[in-house]
T-cell receptor
Framework: AQSVTQLDSQVPVFEEAPVELRCNYS??????LFWYVQYPNQGLQLLLK??????LVKGINGFEAEFNKSQTSFHLRKPSVHISDTAEYFC????????????FGAGTRLFVKA | SQTIHQWPATLVQPVGSPLSLECTVE??????LYWYRQAAGRGLQLLFY??????ISSEVPQNLSASRPQDRQFILSSKKLLLSDSGFYLC??????????FGPGTRLTVT
């Protein structure tokens, strides 16, 4: 069965600094990987997705993620964060067995300080 | 383009009262639909998913139920709410590449 582990529950960072939010997954089959962002009292919004092909995936708001199959990781990065990036970020995995269900990590709260 | 609606946005209900939350999707047909609950400061718990009208799969045994009376309508219900039912309820529909698109959520407080 698949599982997702987000290694940091909170990440404080100063504005304009780079950030990496870490995600590891476990699965015995091929997977599809996603990052979502949630602003306070709102639903989740898709940031980016990896389905196949290039392991470096670019998403919205300047975020990118790299799929590393050998390390079963899908870390999210941004070279320079803004105050407006303060939010909860969720890593998610869906197994290539029909795709009806997606498992979400517990979330990482990114707090950008001025 | 596709749009997903949820209502109400917030709800305060006493313990033992019934519940009905509604989700509707526009701009797509025969979507996979999902109900999630998010407890304060925690991740998402999948409650139900549906691949078609009248087809409901339950992920967590509890006092909640779901129904899909129409292709783009998904309803979450309870006959008697518990304190532990408090949380942020999110409806989502599934895209062709397994991504999910979420509604704005309903904040439920059971008192």
């Amino acid at each position: 069965a698949q599982s997702v582990t987000q290694l940091d529950s909170q990440v404080p960072v100063f504005e304009e600094a780079p950030v990496e939010l870490r995600c590891n997954y476990s699965s015995s089959v091929s997977v599809y990987l996603f990052w979502y962002v949630q602003y306070p009292n709102q639903g989740l919004q898709l940031l980016l997705k990896y389905l196949s092909g290039s392991t470096l995936v670019k998403g919205i708001n300047g975020f990118e993620a790299e799929f590393n199959k050998s390390q079963t990781s899908f870390h999210l990065r941004k070279p320079s964060v803004h105050i407006s990036d303060t939010a909860e970020y969720f890593c998610a995995v869906s197994e290539d067995t029909g795709g009806f269900k997606t498992i979400f990590g517990a979330g990482t709260r990114l707090f950008v300080k001025a | 383009s596709q749009t997903i609606h949820q209502w109400p946005a917030t709800l305060v209900q006493p313990v033992g009262s019934p519940l009905s939350l509604e989700c509707t999707v526009e701009g797509t047909s025969n979507p996979n639909l999902y109900w999630y609950r998010q407890a304060a400061g925690r991740g998402l718990q999948l409650l139900f998913y549906s691949v078609g009208i009248g087809q409901i799969s339950s992920e967590v045994p509890q006092n909640l139920s779901a129904s899909r009376p129409q292709d783009r309508q998904f309803i979450l219900s309870s006959k008697k709410l518990l304190l532990s039912d408090s949380g942020f309820y999110l409806c989502a529909w599934g895209g062709e590449s397994y991504e999910q698109y979420f509604g704005p959520g309903t904040r439920l407080t059971v008192t």
